[in-house]
């Protein structure tokens, strides 16, 4: 009898940090009958120097199907995310940070959702308070909300048929190498959904962020890779300059003070802003909503220094 496939592929791309990968496996044991069919376990090793593969015998002997791979040498995250997207066997592929552990009940909420839906992509808004779900057949609408978050690699769900249609050797050194197939899936996908939910448990490595210029990644190489899309005649260009207005105001303009006008020294630390105003010019210089956006956050910001909050 042939194998029915698995509802859903959760690919761990992961380099160490074996005391959250731990925590993954501690939490997938709960409820690891699941793993027996609905859900493939897939753990790329990148040459850890941690003792991954005794871990997880460990966790296979109590019962956990897990697909382990270790590379023999370190390929790179963007090399590890390629070979997570292309080991999926699942029908849907979460590519999951090793640091994002899921809170008690989640995976099982998300299996039953997925398994009882058929979308291109599924966003996972953890900020929400509320727990509720909406679907969207309007692309525009679905990234105006998403925005910046389509970025962060472990809020995003999509269908593993698209991996197929995206060469990620395109987008290394791009810092995000995953959001092209994000973006197929919402393409691509007749409905897509948001899923609100406060998913992740407390504890995740936010000293991981950091280490490239703010500015290239989230304004130039993002805004390339969605234009991209229009180019494909998979979006308008209405829904890109939407996108484009939303990330400026949602994320980068906070940057845009602490980083090129205040100039703050422990953000400088995390992030190079080098040409940062010259990139900035680049992709905003005749939107008059970037200059109003600017000022009122600099107004703001100094409206509060001086009442000392």
């Given at each position: 009898m042939e194998n029915k496939q698995p509802v859903l592929s959760i690919c761990i791309p992961i380099y160490n940090r074996i005391e959250f990968l731990k925590r993954h496996l501690d939490q997938y044991l709960k409820c690891k009958s699941l793993f027996d069919e609905k859900i493939h376990l897939f753990i790329s090793d990148n040459c850890s120097k941690d003792d991954l593969q005794t871990l997880v015998n460990e966790y296979s002997n109590k019962g956990l199907n897990?697909?382990?791979?270790?590379?023999?040498?370190?390929?790179?995250?963007?090399?590890?995310?390629?070979?997570?997207?292309?080991?999926?066997?699942?029908?849907?592929?979460?590519l999951l940070g090793s640091?994002?552990?899921?809170?008690?009940?989640?995976?099982?909420?998300?299996?039953?959702?997925?398994?009882?839906?058929?979308?291109?992509?599924?966003?996972?808004?953890?900020?929400?308070?509320?727990?509720?779900?909406?679907?969207?057949?309007?692309?525009?609408?679905?990234?105006?909300?998403?925005?910046?978050?389509?970025?962060?690699?472990?809020?995003?769900?999509?269908?593993?048929?698209?991996?197929?249609?995206?060469?990620?050797?395109?987008?290394?050194?791009?810092?995000?190498?995953?959001?092209?197939?994000?973006l197929e899936g919402i393409a691509a996908g007749q409905t897509n959904a948001i899923f609100n939910y406060n998913w992740i448990q407390d504890?995740?490595?936010?000293?991981?962020?950091?280490?490239?210029?703010?500015?290239?990644?989230?304004?130039?190489?993002?805004?390339?890779?969605?234009?991209?899309?229009?180019?494909?005649?998979?979006?308008?260009?209405?829904c890109y300059e939407q996108f484009k207005r939303s990330i400026y105001k949602n994320f980068v303009r906070g940057y845009v003070f602490d980083l090129l006008i205040r100039r703050n020294n422990n953000k400088r630390e995390r992030f190079n802003s080098d040409k940062g105003w010259k990139i900035l010019m680049k992709h905003y210089r005749f939107k008059p909503y970037f200059y109003v956006l600017t000022a009122r956050t600099v107004a703001s910001r100094i409206y509060h220094k001086l009442r000392g909050s």
């Open positions: 897990i697909d382990y791979s270790r590379n023999t040498e370190n390929i790179g995250p963007d090399g590890n995310f390629i070979k997570c997207f292309n080991s999926a066997k699942g029908k849907y592929i979460w640091d994002d552990v899921p809170v008690d009940g989640f995976v099982e909420s998300l299996v039953d959702i997925l398994g009882s839906h058929d979308y291109g992509y599924l966003f996972l808004n953890h900020n929400s308070k509320e727990r509720h779900f909406s679907e969207y057949n309007d692309p525009k609408v679905l990234l105006d909300k998403v925005h910046i978050w389509i970025t962060f690699m472990s809020a995003n769900i999509f269908k593993t048929e698209f991996v197929k249609n995206v060469n990620g050797e395109n987008y290394m050194g791009t810092y995000l190498i995953q959001v092209p197939y994000f504890g995740n490595d936010a000293a991981n962020n950091g280490g490239y210029n703010l500015f290239k990644v989230f304004v130039d190489n993002l805004l390339s890779l969605v234009y991209e899309r229009v180019e494909k005649q998979q979006i308008d260009l209405d």
